[in-house]
């Protein structure tokens, strides 16, 4: 529904609905809203939306990886309800630059996570599915410029996230592996003709938090003749470690030659320039030193250092 008052106001309100058939047969219902008022080359919104989500990622490692498991959820379990509110203001300048600023707070109920003895099988899953709640609340500012030959934006965003499991770390609210406090993306494009430009791409985000052992427990497998010590790290809090900061520069230079009805367009460039070292995931490696003494050393790999590429691209 569009509504419109006078020349400055414009309403605009929807609602969803979901028929979810799983486990469990659930029906929802979520409405959003969004009231604008505008001026010149001024705008002023505020907004509310509420969203459901019947999916639940199990993470393998100990941070975020594209072999993650969505679950559907379990027989009798709610699904996760979200509800968000934003603010947000948006300028216009006549010498080609525009400012957005917006705070948003998300209020968040029966979110799923998995108890501390959940097993990586697949089907072992939903016996450890628990039920949970959280808040995001942040706070975002974009500029953009654009003038003749050159474009040039800075989006910078603000955030926190808390959530709460009465069945981890003792019932305290912490930082989920989702959370990224500072996340900042600066992108430029320079057009040195209508076929020839660069472009550059530098992102950064806050280092996610993910989960460390606090010590070794020493077992001895007695089935083993050789009777060999196993050493078992030993964990206590979830999400208790802060990886390191992320950061990447990527450039990609484009040449387009048009013919006729044909354009073809060839790019060359690479993906973190710099070669950063950022980490994919971690994992803990044993090893003994010259005293014979072992210690749990976390390792990260990384998956996409600096890569160069070129591309062909044809259009008719």
Same mark, same amino acid.
């Given at each position: 529904?569009?509504?419109?008052?006078?020349?400055?106001?414009?309403l605009?309100?929807?609602?969803?609905?979901?028929?979810?058939?799983?486990?469990?047969?659930?029906?929802?219902l979520?409405?959003r809203?969004?009231?604008?008022?505008?001026?010149?080359?001024?705008?002023?919104?505020?907004?509310?939306?509420q969203?459901?989500?019947?999916?639940?990622?199990?993470?393998?490692?100990?941070?975020?990886?594209?072999?993650?498991?969505?679950?559907?959820?379990?027989k009798?379990?709610?699904?996760?309800?979200?509800?968000?509110?934003?603010?947000?203001?948006?300028?216009?300048?006549?010498?080609?630059?525009?400012?957005?600023?917006?705070? !948003?707070?998300?209020?968040?109920?029966?979110?799923?996570?998995?108890?501390?003895?959940?097993?990586?099988?697949?089907?072992?899953?939903?016996?450890?599915?628990?039920?949970?709640?959280?808040?995001?609340?942040?706070?975002?500012?974009?500029?953009? !410029?654009?003038?003749?030959?050159?474009?040039?934006?800075?989006?910078?965003?603000?955030?926190?996230?808390?959530?709460?499991?009465?069945?981890?770390?003792?019932?305290?609210?912490?930082?989920?592996?989702?959370?990224?406090?500072?996340?900042?993306?600066?992108?430029?494009?320079?057009?040195?003709?209508?076929?020839?430009?660069?472009?550059?791409?530098?992102t950064?985000?806050?280092?996610?938090?993910?989960?460390?052992?606090?010590?070794?427990?020493?077992?001895?497998?007695?089935?083993?003749?050789?009777?060999?010590?196993?050493?078992?790290?030993?964990?206590t809090?979830?999400y208790n470690?802060?990886?390191?900061?992320?950061?990447?520069?990527?450039?990609?230079?484009?040449?387009?030659?048009?013919?006729?009805?044909?354009?073809?367009?060839?790019?060359?460039?690479?993906?973190n320039?710099?070669?950063?070292?950022?980490p994919?995931?971690?994992?803990?490696?044993?090893?003994?030193?010259?005293?014979?003494?072992?210690?749990?050393?976390p390792?990260?790999?990384?998956?996409?250092?600096?890569?160069?590429?070129?591309?062909?691209?044809l259009?008719?």
């Amino acid at each position: 529904m569009n509504y419109r008052h006078g020349n400055h106001f414009l309403l605009v309100a929807g609602l969803n609905y979901q028929h979810y058939r799983g486990n469990s047969r659930i029906n929802s219902l979520s409405p959003r809203a969004k009231i604008s008022y505008f001026t010149g080359k001024f705008t002023l919104w505020l907004d509310y939306a509420q969203t459901t989500q019947y999916l639940s990622l199990y993470p393998y490692f100990t941070v975020k990886t594209p072999i993650d498991i969505w679950y559907p959820l379990d027989k009798g379990m709610k699904p996760a309800l979200c509800r968000q509110i934003s603010i947000g203001a948006e300028q216009e300048i006549p010498i080609g630059l525009t400012l957005y600023a917006g705070l !948003f707070y998300k209020n968040m109920q029966h979110l799923k996570d998995f108890s501390a003895n959940a097993s990586t099988r697949y089907s072992g899953l939903t016996d450890n599915m628990i039920e949970g709640k959280g808040y995001a609340r942040g706070f975002e500012l974009d500029l953009s !410029f654009q003038q003749r030959n050159l474009h040039l934006r800075f989006n910078y965003t603000l955030s926190e996230s808390k959530r709460k499991f009465k069945e981890i770390n003792n019932g305290q609210a912490f930082n989920p592996p989702y959370d990224v406090k500072h996340n900042i993306v600066i992108n430029s494009s320079l057009y040195f003709s209508s076929r020839f430009s660069l472009n550059l791409l530098w992102t950064f985000s806050s280092g996610v938090y993910t989960t460390f052992p606090v010590g070794v427990a020493l077992a001895h497998n007695i089935t083993d003749s050789e009777n060999k010590p196993i050493l078992i790290p030993v964990y206590t809090d979830r999400y208790n470690y802060k990886l390191p900061d992320n950061h990447r520069l990527d450039a990609n230079l484009d040449y387009l030659f048009p013919y006729k009805r044909i354009r073809l367009k060839i790019s060359a460039g690479a993906y973190n320039v710099y070669n950063h070292s950022n980490p994919s995931f971690v994992y803990f490696n044993p090893e003994e030193n010259e005293n014979g003494k072992t210690k749990f050393i976390p390792k990260s790999k990384v998956i996409l250092p600096f890569i160069p590429y070129i591309s062909l691209h044809l259009n008719w």
